[in-house]
Nanobody, 127 residues
Framework: QVQLVESGGGLVQAGGSLRLSCAAS????????MGWFRQAPGQEREVVSA????????YVADAVKGRFTISRDNVKNTVYLQMNSLKPDDTAVYYC????????????????????WGQGTQVTVSS
């Protein structure tokens, strides 16, 4: 069982930055691929970024490429999402998710593939 707790959301003006953190419980954090997803009102949940257990493989959605960066610290059991040049379209609830994978370099971009989810953190970008 893995518990995930997100933090770092808030209200920011367009062009600003936020860093989301997701702290995971457990001693085998490096066995889990991690993902960040977001869901805006009336829209489906979408993948934002994902990272392998080792941190060596990453995925970034086209909508945020060049602005968002995912990283992880397997000593601190934490995954981060650095968000720069934020736009009003980035407004959503952001969720982190974990999926146990046997290959340390594997990542997953499908929400249905993830086993554990955090409670979400609201990000609001004003124009």
């Amino acid at each position: 069982q893995v518990q995930l707790v997100e933090s770092g959301g808030g209200l920011v003006q367009a062009g600003g930055s936020l860093r989301l953190s997701c702290a995971a419980s457990g001693r085998t954090f490096s066995y889990y691929a991690m993902g960040w997803f977001r869901q805006a009102p009336g829209q489906e949940r979408e993948v934002v970024s994902a990272i392998s257990g080792s941190g060596g493989s990453t995925y970034v959605a086209d909508a945020v490429k060049g602005r968002f960066t995912i990283s992880r610290d397997n000593v601190k059991n934490t995954v981060y999402l650095q968000m720069n040049s934020l736009k009003p379209d980035d407004t959503a609830v952001y969720y982190c998710a974990a999926r146990r994978l046997t290959a340390s370099h594997a990542i997953s971009t499908t929400s249905g593939a993830y086993d554990y989810w955090g409670q979400g953190t609201q990000v609001t970008v004003s124009s």
